[in-house]
T-cell receptor
Framework: EAGVAQSPRYKIIEKRQSVAFWCNPI?????LYWYQQILGQGPKLLIQFQNNGVVDDSQLPKDRFSAERLKGVDSTLKIQPAKLEDSAVYLCASSYAKNIQYFGAGTRLSVL | AQRVTQPEKLLSVFKGAPVELKCNYS??????LFWYVQYSRQRLQLLLRHISRESIKGFTADLNKGETSFHLKKPFAQEEDSAMYYC?????????FGAGTRLFVKA
């Protein structure tokens, strides 16, 4: 089966610019997750969708981050405006059974 | 509050030696524990979970509720085990990852 697809793989922007990441989960997976992984740390959940509804976004900095999952399939995560501390790898994952997550390759964001 | 602690950032062992990667958790409910692994230039993937009680690639992990631990063990390490290992706690709808332990198996 095809895995979780993410794009772009790398992105370099200047602070205060905007950026968007895209994720296409494994077909049939109802749950989609976005994680932020800062260098040297484990993945931190930003937002979790069940179909197109938000299950948990308690750690999403809502003043600058937004995410949507229209039609309950693919999803976009946006940062506007970006800060230096947003430099990280952004991981998307999907699951069909509770908590067994399949991860994408991630998008490495560098904010200069 | 949910928390996962992996006390070792780096663990270096010789090939054939036993390996134990430590994981301690904090959670008031009934926990689901996982180990995820990331090999060099590969994506993060599930290694094993406690409810399966299975051995994957020679690794096992036992949930000890009394000590709130879920240590990952392998009796004889192989060079191909070198990777980043993350312990994860699933509680309710949220999964929390530890900071990870890099395992380096020397020839």
């Amino acid at each position: 089966e095809a895995g979780v697809a993410q794009s772009p793989r790398y992105k370099i922007i200047e602070k205060r610019q905007s950026v968007a990441f895209w994720c296409n989960p494994i077909s049939g997976h109802a749950t989609l997750y976005w994680y932020q992984q800062i260098l040297g740390q484990g993945p931190k959940l930003l937002i979790q969708f069940q179909n197109n509804g938000v299950v948990d976004d308690s750690q999403l900095p809502k003043d600058r981050f937004s995410a949507e999952r229209l039609k309950g399939v693919d999803s976009t995560l946006k940062i506007q405006p970006a800060k230096l501390e947003d430099s990280a790898v952004y991981l998307c994952a999907s699951s069909y059974a509770k908590n067994i997550q399949y991860f994408g390759a991630g998008t490495r964001l560098s904010v200069l | 509050a949910q928390r996962v602690t992996q006390p070792e950032k780096l663990l270096s062992v010789f090939k054939g030696a036993p390996v134990e990667l430590k994981c301690n958790y904090s959670y008031s409910g009934s926990p689901e524990l996982f180990w995820y692994v990331q090999y060099s230039r590969q994506r993060l993937q599930l290694l094993l979970r406690h409810i399966s009680r299975e051995s994957i690639k020679g690794f096992t992990a036992d949930l000890n509720k009394g000590e709130t631990s879920f240590h990952l063990k392998k009796p004889f390490a192989q060079e191909e085990d070198s990777a980043m290992y993350y312990c994860a706690l699933g509680g309710g709808f949220k999964t929390i990852f530890g900071a990870g332990t890099r395992l380096f198996v020397k020839a």
